[in-house]
T-cell receptor
């Protein structure tokens, strides 16, 4: 079975500061891992995905995530936050037949 | 450029009305999904389909029904809307679990 845990339902960072959103997963098979972003009144947009190639995955809007098998983690980072990064972020793991989503982390950007 | 389309984007209807939320995709994906999401909250899977004439209930009990008579079309129907159905409904599709889901823009439903 697969599961995802996102640490922190709300994260606040100052504009220009490092963004770190934490995600830990559990999977009985080699995992496919994803990060999605959701802006208000929108659907989810794929930021990046890990599919067993490089462990450091680069995505859109300057985000990247590192797959660490020993820590069962897939944390999302961005070196310098921008006001436009304020949104809801979902980590997800590809299950046997469905993708399992975490509960989401709301990212707040402080001016 | 969206490859999965949901209509309407916003809908306000009265209690007891029958409604159908539309979802269509142009990618030829076999797998399609419906999620219910309250504002700022987690996603709840309510229905999914692995192909034509295949439909399954998801993890969250829902009074809605779905059909899949064409690959590209996966509508969701509420026979008698209630205020408790007020929520955002998201449709998604995928070709495989390694590719991730493509989501529509959602339908925000308000039942008064």
């Amino acid at each position: 079975a697969q599961s995802v845990t996102q640490l922190g339902s709300h994260v606040s960072v100052s504009e220009g500061a490092l963004v770190l959103l934490r995600c830990n997963y559990s999977s009985s098979v080699p995992p496919y891992l994803f990060w999605y972003v959701q802006y208000p009144n929108q659907g989810l947009q794929l930021l990046l995905k890990y599919t067993s190639a490089a462990t450091l995955v680069k995505g859109i809007n300057g985000f990247e995530a590192e797959f660490k098998k020993s820590e069962t983690s897939f944390h999302l980072t961005k070196p310098s936050a921008h006001m436009s990064d304020a949104a809801e972020y979902f980590c997800a793991v590809g299950g046997d037949d469905k993708i399992i989503f975490g509960k989401g982390t709301r990212l707040h950007i402080l001016p | 450029e969206a490859d999965i389309y949901q209509t309407p984007r916003y809908l306000v209807i009265g209690t007891g009305k029958k409604i159908t939320l539309e979802c269509s995709q142009t990618m030829g994906h076999d797998k399609m999904y419906w999620y219910q999401q309250d504002p700022g909250m987690e996603l709840h899977l309510i229905h999914y389909s692995y192909g034509v004439n295949s439909t399954e209930k998801g993890d969250l009990s829902s009074e809605s029904t779905v059909s899949r008579i064409r690959t590209e079309h996966f509508p969701l129907t509420l026979e008698s809307a209630r205020p408790s159905h007020t929520s955002q409904y998201l449709c998604a599709s995928t070709a495989s679990r390694s590719g991730g889901y493509t989501f529509g823009s959602g339908t925000r439903l308000t039942v008064v």
